[in-house]
């Protein structure tokens, strides 16, 4: 089974502080995506990333970056936390199969709150 | 751009019931996946069912099915003999040429007792 983990499920900050989210996956797959999920907005992607040291901006890049400097690991980087971005963030991942639109798995989520 | 429009915010079902929850989108690509996820309360989303635009007969697994009309652009998931455990939040989600997934705004679907 595909298993995507999340280092944090609640995590609270201060407004100014520069935050890490990171997101491991361990199945090798090559694309890897960050999302905000927010009521009555859905998923909105952040960023993603079809290979290492590769990133693309998705529909709400400002205020974040990424990194992804193994495989297996994205990070997403708040530089200077904002009381909007207080959110529940989510990382996916997909095998990255040409031609196809793969599955995306799932982690279980981190609910920042930026006070 | 792609568009994915979900409805209904809430549904509500008895158990034992069936229930429809509605997506409908729009593109102009011609070859295209469409997801069901769910993501239970505090728990991890997962893919319920998945269709390709190319095949015409509806995906089903289980007790969930699709009822997919590629002309009206709509994309609706049947959930038959509902169990407690089907109280989560439904997302549609369109998948395309950039390998992106675009979501609608979800259904949370209570089921009763």
């Known amino acids: 089974d595909v298993k995507v983990t999340q280092s944090s499920r609640y995590l609270v900050k201060r407004t100014g502080e520069k935050v890490f989210l990171e997101c491991v996956q361990d199945?090798?797959?090559?694309?890897m995506f960050w999302y905000r999920q927010d009521p009555g907005l859905g998923l909105r992607l952040i960023y993603f990333?079809?290979?290492?040291?590769?990133?693309e901006k998705g529909d709400i890049p400002e205020g974040y970056s990424v990194s992804r400097e193994k495989k297996e690991r994205f990070s997403l980087i708040l530089e200077s936390a904002s009381t909007n971005q207080t959110s529940m963030y989510l990382c996916?991942?997909?095998?990255?199969?040409?031609?196809?639109?793969?599955?995306?798995?799932f982690g279980p989520g981190t609910r920042l709150t930026v006070t | 751009a792609q568009t994915v429009t979900q409805s209904q915010p809430e549904m509500s079902v008895q158990e034992a019931e069936t229930v429809t929850l509605s997506c409908t989108y729009d593109?102009?690509?011609?070859?295209?996946?469409l997801f069901w996820y769910k993501q239970p309360p505090s728990r991890q989303m997962i893919l319920v069912i998945r269709?390709?635009?190319?095949?015409?007969q509806n995906a089903t697994e289980n007790r969930f099915s699709v009822n997919f009309q590629k002309a009206a652009k709509s994309f609706s998931l049947k959930i038959s003999d509902s169990q407690l455990g089907d109280t989560a939040m439904y997302f549609c989600?369109?998948?395309?040429?950039?390998?992106?997934?675009?979501f609608g705004t979800g259904t949370l679907l209570a089921v009763q007792p």
């Open positions: 593109t102009s690509e011609s070859n295209y996946y």
């Open positions: 990333s079809y290979d290492v040291k590769m990133k």
């Open positions: 269709q390709e635009a190319y095949k015409q």
């Open positions: 996916a991942s997909t095998l990255g199969t040409s031609g196809r639109v793969d599955e995306q798995y």
């Open positions: 989600a369109y998948g395309g040429a950039t390998n992106k997934l675009i």
């Open positions: 199945m090798d797959h090559e694309n």
